[in-house]
């Protein structure tokens, strides 16, 4: 009976370290894009800072952090960005939504590929 408790132990050891590499996974390709983008790509770890340079690197007011913090504004919000990012990233508008919706997948190949920034670092 305790082998079963063992594989089942084991199997949500396997899942948790998938999540832990998905996680870091993502982390690094928003790192990325703050660092391609002339910002500091730590950045990508601080909570409500990231924010703020995400809206840096899209072009768009410091300001606008407070708007992640309005119910259904900041989903609104968090596409408009991330459109503006991916159009920085000479990107489309489709990417901007994948990248909004689908981050885990859209920030590392943004993050790690050969698309270069094409805004004005301030």
């Known amino acids: 009976m305790s082998h079963l408790f063992a594989a089942s132990s084991s199997g949500g050891l396997l899942v948790t370290l998938i999540y832990i590499a998905v996680i870091v996974l ?9 660092s391609k983008a002339g910002k500091p790509g730590w950045g990508a ?3 409500i ?3 703020y340079l995400l809206c840096k690197v899209a072009g768009r007011p410091g300001w606008w952090v407070i708007l992640f913090f309005i119910p259904i504004v900041n989903f609104v919000i968090a596409i408009l960005v991330c459109i503006d990012v991916s159009i920085k990233f000479a990107k489309g508008t489709g990417f901007g939504i994948g990248l909004a919706l689908l981050g885990v997948i859209f920030a590392p190949i943004l993050g790690f590929g ?3 920034y094409r805004g004005v670092p301030d």
Not at 26 to 34: P, S
């Open 45 to 47: 770890l601080i909570p």
């Open 114 to 116: 050969s698309a270069t």
């Open 49 to 51: 800072y990231n924010i």
């Open 26 to 34: 993502e982390i690094a390709g928003w790192w990325m894009i703050l």
